[in-house]
């Protein structure tokens, strides 16, 4: 049976709350044993990548560059595109459904890939203020119930 492929998606800076929810919800996906995907790099794809790889989930990383010696060191697998910004479709076609943790103009990006390929996106502090069809959740475990159609 293939395993479900979830994306955790959001902030690439160093925001210690951003963090701490991203590594939850990686940690609980890969609990129910889902593949971590995220852009591969710091801040929120880490932390998720960290919670997953703790949990002893499988991590994918979708990178923006062309070595996949960018990728951060909780990634398993690194898929080393050279697409810089539009690696983000790849990985929208790639994921099944999508956890958004903070984020800017990048991670809104990845929402609308998102949405318009008709895939669920739970909202933990991200984009909830803009007029978006997305789920929104209060807690990591909402979030991951929400992307997992629970």
Known sequence: ?????????????DEPQCRERARAVGRLLAERGCVVATGGLGG?????????REAGGLV????????????????DLAVATGLGDARNAILCNTAEAFVAVGGSYGTLSEIAFALKRGKRVAALGSWQHADLPVLRALTPEEAVALALGE
């Open 60 to 75: 994918l990383g979708i990178l923006p560059g062309a070595s996949p010696a960018d990728a951060n060191p909780y990634v």
């Open 1 to 13: 049976m293939a395993r479900r492929i979830i994306a955790v998606i959001g902030t690439g800076a």
């Open 44 to 52: 929120v794809m880490e932390a998720a990548a960290r919670g997953a």
